[in-house]
């Protein structure tokens, strides 16, 4: 089978959702590649990102991509870069796409991304390729860059939820002592148990994402929660995800009722049996030994294992308290591909000289 890859303008919004959700019926790809993410960033953002198509002989579709074409800042000067199923500019990419790829019909990966790399390589208007969130063993990344910089690569921490079952549902004594006493002066403070669980109907989600905003204003230095157009976005993915039963909204109390006292909320994802906590906000502690935070993933893991999903990811982060709360790994990395350039040389040369990383 002979494959072809056109690069082309974003159809119409139809159009395009009908494609993407017909290749996505067919493929085994991330969350992050489906139309529930896709679609909300494109709606929430003014990006227009071309559309990058691998099709057969018959002229049907065999993967699908976003590929954003932006002048990035670089040491010295702007860097004309691709950036898969990103847009290259740091305010419409704040959602932070995980488990980055090409959307392909199953089986097919190894020749379509032989396919995309060629004909990426084949185009003369670009001097980067960023790749964003995507796995260490990515076919991508066998580009035959000049020059191949990791900028990052993080942990993503999960919780084995097979294993919390075969342990009777005893979550806890799966993890380090540390992390066990933690919880549990943090219960005890709170009663003794766990929070209690509920799920956001459509008519929740408003006051909810309000609440998620407010219980997170102040907390960060850069607060995406901040930002309009990612509140936005939030919404979006929440309000159609919820229909599609591929997002849940949980708010934690302290008791059985609405009107008990607020512990957090969690933003999730549900894929293929596995949840993914994308965003998250917690009241303020009681005391120095009250934890809302690990309290409501703890209380999530349950609900979760109960529920006979696979794995509860904390999605990727460096923080410590997905690595107390995890019972397993997975990895993902950030990657600039480059080709040759006078410029891009003298500035490698310089970050030699200077002891800085392409990330910094």
Not at 121 to 129: E, I, S
Not at 212 to 218: A, E, I, S, T
Request: proline share 5%; hydrophobic share 45%.
């Amino acid at each position: 089978m002979a494959l072809r890859a056109h690069f082309s303008p974003l159809p119409d919004r139809t159009t395009l959702e009908a494609r993407w959700r017909t290749m996505e019926a067919q493929s085994d790809a991330s969350f992050f590649l489906g139309w529930t993410w896709i679609g909300a960033w494109l709606d929430a953002y003014d990006v227009r990102p071309e559309l990058l198509a691998v099709t057969n002989d018959e002229g049907h579709d065999i993967a699908l991509a976003l590929v954003g074409h932006a002048m990035m800042p670089r040491l010295l000067g702007r860097a004309a870069t691709l950036c898969l199923n990103q847009a290259g500019d740091d305010g419409a990419d704040r959602p932070f796409i995980e488990y980055n790829g090409l959307l392909i019909l199953t089986d097919q990966e190894l020749p379509v991304a032989r396919t995309v790399l060629s004909a990426i390589g084949a185009r003369k208007d670009w001097r980067v390729l960023h790749l964003a969130g995507v796995a260490p063993e990515s076919p991508l990344l066998d580009f035959p860059a000049h020059r191949r910089a990791k900028l990052d690569e993080s942990p993503v921490y999960q919780i084995d939820l097979d294993a919390v079952r075969a342990a009777k549902g005893d979550y806890l004594s799966l993890l380090s002592a540390n992390t066990r006493s933690q919880i549990r002066r943090a219960m005890k403070e709170r009663g003794g148990a766990l929070p209690t669980v509920a799920r956001a109907s459509r008519a929740d989600l408003e006051p909810w994402l309000e609440e998620m905003r407010m219980l997170n204003q102040g907390r960060h230095a850069d607060n995406a929660w901040d930002n309009a157009a990612f509140r936005r976005f939030v919404a979006i993915i929440a309000e159609r995800g919820l229909e599609e039963g591929n997002v849940e909204l949980l708010r934690f109390t302290d008791g059985g009722d609405g009107d008990a006292d607020p512990v957090g909320l969690l933003l999730n994802f549900i894929h293929r049996g596995v949840a993914m906590n994308y965003q998250s906000a917690f009241t303020a502690p009681r005391s120095a030994k009250d934890k809302p935070g690990l309290l409501c993933h703890a209380a999530a893991v349950g609900d979760y294992a109960a529920h006979d999903l696979n794995l509860y990811s904390l999605l990727a982060g460096k923080d410590r308290y997905k690595q107390s709360l995890a019972t397993c790994e997975d990895r993902l990395q950030w990657w600039a591909l480059e080709r040759f350039s006078p410029r891009l040389e003298a500035e490698a040369t310089l970050r030699r000289l200077l002891r800085r990383p392409i990330s910094a």
